[in-house]
């Protein structure tokens, strides 16, 4: 048994060595596998064309400030290409020597560490190359922007030199400002030359500040100086010849300062030209504004003038006609209101209100003449007297239509009188046919409360009556009698049918409740009370709700029926 326990033993041992061969050999498979890696990273990494790019800016010649830029991203670049790319190496090769030795564990962290700087340098890398493309571009937009600026600036130098005339005053001080502007693009262009565009830069942004606010001045100043230099003297030179022509005929002005202003307005030009030389625009802007409105203002004076004239020649007769017109009517109106005056009272002081309108009359003629005069003589401002009529027109039109107004509201006095006097014949003929309706029913008596509203009815007719007979009649208060009588009428005959209905309702529901006077004993008690009421006290309503209410308990919807059969036979009962 011994050998072959040796044997098993032997054969085991084999067994684990073969397995750990196999294991070994397989980590140092992939170990270099990720050796592998790493090279061609580095590989790729170092095949990157960053010396040309270094030697590209190099050739720039830069100076300054982009030279220090430079400088720093050149040195990180040689630091990496050595120190970094030597600790690398070094790396690759202690995991090389720790991987053919089988120290696997150290292996790892060696090829952790190794891919790490690797990490790290490829990263230094794209920052370098970044911060050279960074130098390489401002160059060249550095190059763009100077050729578009310089395009601008040439064009308004070209475009001020060859139309000097439209700067007028203000030539002097653009020319110099171009040349500060040429001044800065030389210095810009020496910068760049030297290899310097970052400085450059600076220098150019402020070239090209100057040249867009320069450009906008100069668009502005042609028309401002156009505005100062020949609108505004042509006005004013028609202004002024204009104002002696209509001195010339005879025109009279309320403001006579026209020549004053005239030139105020033209040393006002003189220092908006010296604003203008300096360039001052925004200052020159707001003055023409303000310049322009005077000048309107002054136009206006005389077009108002103008258009007065003729308004006082197309309206002298007009008004002169309406007024004698007016005048002719106010003295018909007056006869007529002195004659109904003596039949009518006259409520709304129409003979006053007709005297303020001659008074009103008499003024607008006395005006008149006085202005007519100060024609005549050539002392009339025209836009006083067209004031004038013009509110004369008005108030003789408003005069007019007061007095169609006044003539329409006298002339409705005797039509409402005969309405009123119609209206008595019709209350009269009322009165009696309710008194007979009434007596009629032959009821056992009449109310007091019915009789006397029967006869305050009859008084107001008759205080009606009285009134229209008097010498002088007040119509407001026949009108305001008028409807007091409509009113009693109506309510007379509401109470008038109300009062029949009860009595006639009472005597229905006493006989239908004599019906009831055996098999309902307590009824009796009711329908006496009901007759107490009714033929004592002729308190025919409160006679109707004592049977009714009885009726109701005995015989519920009985009454109901009861009052429609009225109604429905009302004319034959009554």
Known sequence: MEPNIVLWILLGVIVVAAVLYLIAFLLKKKNLERLQELEERKTTLFDLPVLDEVDEVKKMHLVGQSQNTFREWNQKWVDLSTISFAELESRIFEVENLNDTFRFMKVKTALDEANQTMTEMETEVETIRDGLKDLRESEARNSEAVQEALDLYHQISEEVVSEEEKYGNAFKELEKQIKSIDRDFSQFMALNTAGDPM??????????????????????????FETLDTVFPEQLKEIKEGYETLKKDNYVFEEDDIDERVEKLEEKIRSTLLDLEKLEVDAVERANKETAKDIDKLYDIMEKEISAKRYVIENKDNLLGFLSHANKNNRQLMIELDHISQSYILNNNELGVTRGFQALMDEIKKTYESYNEKLESNEAVFSKVAKFYEESLAQLEEIEEQQVAIDRGVKELNVREH????????YELELRNIRRFVEKQRLPGIPNSYLEFFFVTSERVEDLADELNKIRIDMNYIDNLVRACDEDIAILREKSNSLVDDAALTEQMIQHANRFRFSHPEIKNAIDRSLSLFSREHRYSDALDVIAAELERIEPGVTARIRTFYQNNRDDIL
């Open 419 to 426: 309405r009123a006097v119609q209206k008595i014949d019709d």
């Open 199 to 224: 400085e450059a830069r600076v220098v150019l942004d402020q070239a090209e500040e100057k040249t867009y606010a320069i450009q906008k001045t100069v668009e502005r100043i042609p028309p401002q």
